[in-house]
T-cell receptor, first 114, second 110 residues
Framework: DAGITQSPRYKITETGRQVTLMCHQTWSHSYMFWYRQDLGHGLRLIYYSAAADITDKGEVPDGYVVSRSKTENFPLTLESATRSQTSVYFC?????????????FGPGTRLTVL | GQSLEQPSEVTAVEGAIVQINCTYQTSGFYGLSWYQQHDGGAPTFLSYNGLDGLEETGRFSSFLSRSDSYGYLLLQELQMKDSASYFCAVRDDNTDKLIFGTGTRLQVFP
């Protein structure tokens, strides 16, 4: 399928477990991003990547790990899930540096940590 | 750092015009973007203003005044399907981060 996809779409896990959220894009966009969205906070950047093997922290990186070995994939791992990480997670990609370049968002993953 | 302010909620009736304001504080500036998000959906790009003035795309227009650190999104001939959250965003100084405002929830009533 063309575009940007995320899996799983819904996930329930327990505190302390490791969880990996997947993101895949078919456009060969150089930039990829992970955001979390919580009521009252809008979209907050967790990590981003300007190219394969290049990643950098966003506003709220603590408790998360990313990797980008291939241009099209950008998985996000919660090493030891906490209840405060219950949120909706969006992956996005863009063809160039954000701002003047449109970001394309995936459908989101709703994560619940019990 | 950067910060953006926008109203939390705006209401209007079908056919009306509504303006959603966004003020920002940045030490550098690379333009103002707007995104729309329907409940349960993903954000989608609406517009980008890099220079002062008005950009028009159909029923939606976006305005920027860099001297006032201010922009707005103007929605005309409102339709029920315009009920959504609208986010303004600016690029972080000297990095590739896009910083979003907390969003304005627009409710359109018949």
């Amino acid at each position: 399928d063309a575009g940007i996809t995320q899996s799983p779409r819904y996930k329930i896990t327990e505190t302390g477990r490791q969880v990996t959220l997947m993101c895949h894009q078919t456009w060969s966009h150089s930039y990829m991003f992970w955001y979390r969205q919580d009521l009252g906070h809008g979209l907050r950047l967790i990590y981003y990547s300007a190219a394969a093997d290049i990643t950098d922290k966003g506003e709220v990186p603590d408790g998360y790990v990313v990797s980008r070995s291939k241009t099209e994939n950008f998985p996000l791992t919660l090493e030891s899930a906490t209840r405060s990480q219950t949120s909706v997670y969006f992956c996005a990609s863009s063809d160039g540096s954000p701002g003047f370049n449109e970001q394309f968002f995936g459908p989101g993953t709703r994560l619940t940590v019990l | 750092g950067q910060s953006l302010e926008q109203p939390s909620e705006v209401t209007a009736v079908e056919g009306a015009i509504v303006q959603i304001n966004c003020t920002y504080q940045t030490s550098g500036f690379y333009g103002l973007s707007w995104y729309q998000q329907h409940d349960g959906g993903a954000p989608t790009f609406l517009s980008y203003n890099g220079l002062d003035g008005l950009e028009e795309t159909g029923r939606f227009s976006s305005f920027l005044s860099r001297s006032d650190s201010y922009g707005y999104l103007l929605l005309q001939e409102l339709q029920m399907k315009d009920s959504a959250s609208y986010f303004c965003a600016v690029r972080d100084d000297n990095t590739d981060k896009l910083i979003f405002g907390t969003g304005t929830r627009l409710q359109v009533f018949p």
